[in-house]
């Protein structure tokens, strides 16, 4: 199984901010991965995939890259609607998601 | 517009059955691979199942291999999942999605609970 570790566990920033989230794979998983937004009550909402495409619909202020074993979720400009938990997911072997990170907007 | 509309979930005693179901509208259900991913209260996600366009592959998680079984009827539009011997680690909101190699469209959620 390919374990995804995603850092910081937390995030507090303000509006404005910029936002780096972390996701490492015990493997490669060469560009297969992807990153989901989910809000409290809500479904994941897929934002980019294949390491770096956004998905339909997500803000340009979303950017993901990396490849390999180590990815990055960056949020250029943070937004108080981006209060969210964000998790990794790999499709290289099986399917797997990362632990999850918080982002709190203060 | 895009739906997928679980029902099914509810309150079952370990060791008992529950059958969730999954109507799609809004894309060709056909053409697409389906699967289910679960959610334990406050926890991450966890994929579950998942099948090819007519069912001829379908593949599940190790924690529930041998105990749920997915499947789907593409004259309805439907997905369902068949979970037997369910244990209290069960417990979980479970999600269909479409899966497009990612998970891009998801239902809301059923919760199953499982509890003497």
Request: net charge neutral.
């Amino acid at each position: 199984e390919i374990v995804l570790t995603q850092s910081p566990a937390t995030l507090s920033l303000s509006p404005g901010e910029r936002a780096t989230l972390s996701c490492r794979a015990s493997q490669s998983v060469s560009s297969y991965l992807a990153w989901y937004q989910q809000k409290p009550g809500q479904a994941p909402r897929l934002l980019i995939y294949d390491a770096s495409n956004r998905a339909t619909g997500v803000p340009a202020r979303f950017s993901g890259g990396g490849s390999g074993t180590d990815f990055t979720l960056t949020i250029s400009s943070l937004e108080p609607e981006d209060s969210a938990v964000y998790y990794c997911q790999q499709r290289s072997y099986w399917k797997t998601f990362g632990q999850g990170t918080k982002l709190e907007i203060k | 517009e895009v739906q997928l509309v679980e029902s099914g979930g509810g309150s079952v005693q370990p060791g008992g059955s529950l059958r969730l179901s999954c109507s799609i509208s809004g894309f060709t259900f056909s053409s697409y691979w389906m699967g289910w991913v679960r959610q334990a209260p406050g926890k991450g996600l966890e994929w579950v199942a998942n099948m090819n366009q007519d069912g001829s592959k379908k593949y599940h998680g190790d924690s529930v291999k041998g105990r749920f079984t997915i499947s789907r009827d593409n004259a309805k539009n439907s997905l369902d999942l068949q979970m037997n011997s369910l244990r209290a680690e069960d417990t979980a909101v479970y999600y269909c999605a479409r899966d497009n190699d990612y998970f891009d469209h998801w239902g809301q959620g059923a919760l199953v609970t499982v509890s003497s």
